[in-house]
């Protein structure tokens, strides 16, 4: 029995959607014990056993495999383990998410859950960059292996592992959504031709993954109310929000909330992204404040401001007044944040069609998204763009 009271009102309409459990951040993270119950834009009549349905399918091996390489692809041909069936009311909010059958389920829904996302700021639904080959999406969810990797027909995740812990990346929307931003923008994109490991594309492929696991995580709604409430209102605090691919409460993989510039990162794929995520994060802040001062719940000074220059003293009189704003107006906060998220969300979208895989540098990539964003919030991303030395500011 499922330790979470099923109390979603009952119904028979198909149409609605489909009901899952989703953690939004790791269940090991304080306040994020408890799944979210998530309704996902996809019918009852299209869901399978697995879960499976016509764009991807759970293949959950009985025995340990080996990750797929360039010589081993899907399907995995394999025994697997039964698959998950859906309650009597065909909804998949029954399981216990303690069961090893839930980590496909979550697995499945997470891929779901960000392909709604991105549907929504595409304006289309992603189409697979395999789909010639393998009509459907592959999700293995837990291989003996300390990784998570998405490839050409395929989801596969494994483990964490910190002091002797090992943590499944099935449990780790962050993870999940970082490695769909991957195949979302290959899907966009295009797929490149002849590229060494050092080139803008993998990097730039980093950066927008990590972007796509930020602002899906921001489309939770009890998640943003968790963030608010715990920053008051201040997203400069270190949160949820700039943390990615959790694998304990002390330890990440990446963060946000980081003031590199292109001078300063190594040649490592990952410390290069850093100065690209970095502005999107910032862009994001920017928008937040900038939809504050547009409802009255902040002055001008807040947007004209650089916050990087501030004190420590200047940085704490900024919280203790965001604080008491936030506390007189808590939902004009959310609503700030919801607007942000979207403005960037969109034009990160709608960018990716403007790259050509095969010639993609950083800056050009930056320049598309400038171009795909609007008013304020395409000012604030070329600035941020230009401190971060990603574009030219001539």
């Known amino acids: 029995m499922s330790p979470y009271l099923n109390a979603a009102p009952a119904t028979s309409d198909a149409r609605l959607g489909t009901r899952f459990w ?4 790791p269940p090991f993270i304080p306040g994020y014990e408890q799944p979210d119950r998530v309704w996902l834009n996809i019918s009852r009549d299209d869901i399978s056993d697995g879960p499976s349905d016509g764009s991807m399918y759970v293949a959950d091996p009985l025995f340990d495999k080996q990750p797929y390489g360039p010589s081993a692809l899907p399907p995995f041909l394999g025994p697997c383990r039964a698959p998950a069936r859906a309650s009597i009311d065909r909804h998949f909010d029954h399981l216990d998410p303690q069961s090893r059958a839930y980590l496909g389920v979550h697995a499945y829904a997470c891929v779901h859950f960000v392909l709604d996302v991105w549907h929504s ?20 969810p ?56 050092g080139d803008d594309f993998f990097v730039f492929s980093e950066a927008f993954s990590d972007c796509v696991s930020l ?14 409430r715990r920053t008051r209102g201040n997203l400069l605090l270190y949160n949820e929000l700039n943390r990615f691919a ?50 009255g719940c902040a002055g001008q000074s807040l947007i004209d401001t650089d916050l990087r220059d501030l004190s420590l003293g200047d940085f704490d009189r900024f919280h203790t007044l965001t604080a008491d704003a936030f506390a007189d107006d808590p939902l004009a906060f959310k609503r700030a944040l919801i607007a942000a998220r ?3 969300g969109r034009a990160l979208a709608r960018s990716l069609r403007m790259l050509d895989p095969d010639n993609l540098k950083l800056e050009l990539a930056a320049a598309a998204v400038v171009t795909s964003a609007r008013g304020h919030a395409a000012d604030r991303l070329r600035e941020n763009f230009i401190w971060r030395e990603i574009i030219n500011p001539t």
């Open 22 to 25: 989703i953690y939004p951040q």
């Open 121 to 140: 700021y595409l304006g289309r639904p992603v189409e697979w960059f395999f789909r010639d080959v393998y009509p459907r999406l592959e999700i293995v």
């Open 142 to 197: 837990l291989v003996d292996w300390p990784n998570a990797q998405a490839g050409y027909g395929f989801l596969e995740l494994g483990f964490s592992d910190v002091g002797g812990i090992r943590r499944p990346y099935a449990l780790n929307f962050d993870s999940i959504a970082h490695e769909m931003g991957h195949l979302i923008s290959l899907s966009e994109a295009g797929f490149p031709t002849g590229l060494s490991r």
């Open 215 to 228: 602002i899906s995580f921001l489309h939770f709604d009890s998640a943003i109310d968790r963030l608010l």
């Open 246 to 295: 959790e694998t304990s409460p002390e330890t990440q993989i990446r963060l946000a909330t980081n003031f590199r510039r292109m001078s300063e990162v190594t040649r490592e794929v990952h410390d290069r992204a850093l100065p690209f995520i970095g502005a999107v994060f910032d862009s994001i802040v920017d928008a937040y404040h900038f939809r504050l001062v547009e409802s």
């Open 342 to 344: 979207d403005d960037i």
